[in-house]
């Protein structure tokens, strides 16, 4: 399993921009997918986005889709998330996921192998 932490959470206005990175480590991880995953209190855990081993797709939830873009660099092992057009039901705990899927950019939560610790980001309205 590859060991996995992320990175720039916190506090914006709605209408602001962060940007979330994993760091990975340990693993096969130009083999993987990777995605985001979120958890807001009282609702279920979503995939937001995702992204194809080669970096060659992308997939996103609806909720998201034009707001956010994943990207990733296997030569440093790192994963993105750049969120744009922040939303107060933007909050949640997001969190790093590795899936070893390479047919398709989506994963779904059954594949996901490896989490990071996740980080908190707060969206005010």
């Known amino acids: 399993q590859v060991h996995l932490i992320e990175s720039g959470g916190g506090w914006v206005q709605a209408g602001g921009s962060l940007r979330l990175s994993c760091a990975a480590s340990?693993?096969?991880?130009?083999?993987?997918?990777m995605g985001w995953v979120r958890k807001a209190p009282g609702k279920e855990r979503e995939v937001v986005a995702s992204i194809k081993w080669s970096g060659s797709a992308a997939d996103y939830a609806a909720s998201v889709r034009g707001r956010f873009t994943i990207s990733r660099d296997n030569t440093k092992e790192m994963v993105y998330l750049q969120m744009d057009k922040m939303k107060p039901e933007d909050t949640a705990v997001y969190y790093c996921?590795?899936?070893?899927?390479?047919?398709?950019?989506?994963?779904?939560?059954?594949?996901?192998?490896?989490w990071g610790q996740g980080t908190q980001v707060t969206v005010s309205s």
């Open positions: 340990g693993g096969r991880f130009s083999s993987d997918n």
């Open positions: 996921a590795a899936a070893p899927v390479t047919y398709r950019a989506a994963i779904r939560l059954a594949e996901i192998s490896s």
